[in-house]
């Protein structure tokens, strides 16, 4: 009997300490430019958690297009620091140099912490 009720407390403890390291998962989207273009883009991020808005973290974009050796071209990479706009929307302007398929990485710190990352495909025209 005293073996069972140190199992059954060593699972509620367990089971305690589960429920107390859930978090709920970081929302990032990439909400403008909807069409990119060639040339300075004003760029928009959206990040929610738990269905609220993040208002205080550090936020940067990084523009990546990989080598073409076959048209003698090196990878292309842009970073871009977003501000703060207000309500988890932080907001950037980065020069895309030419027309195609980016990778399109947001990158979420908090006092040096990573809290989350997205990457999209955006195509510029």
Request: glycine share 10%; aromatic share 4%.
């Amino acid at each position: 009997m005293t073996r069972l009720a140190c199992v059954l407390g060593l699972v509620a403890i367990v089971a305690g300490c589960a429920a107390d390291t859930t978090t709920e998962a970081l929302d990032i989207r990439l909400t403008s430019p909807a069409e990119p273009r060639l040339g300075e883009n004003a760029f928009e991020v959206m990040v929610m958690e738990g269905g609220r808005p993040v208002a205080d973290a550090d936020v940067s974009l990084e523009l990546f297009m990989a080598a073409m050796p076959s048209m003698n071209m090196p990878e292309m990479r842009t970073n871009v620091p977003l501000t703060s706009a207000g309500e988890g929307r932080y907001r950037g302007t980065a020069n895309v140099s030419m027309g195609g398929a980016w990778d399109a990485n947001v990158m979420v710190m908090r006092g040096g912490q990573h809290l989350g990352d997205r990457t999209v495909t955006i195509v510029a025209k």
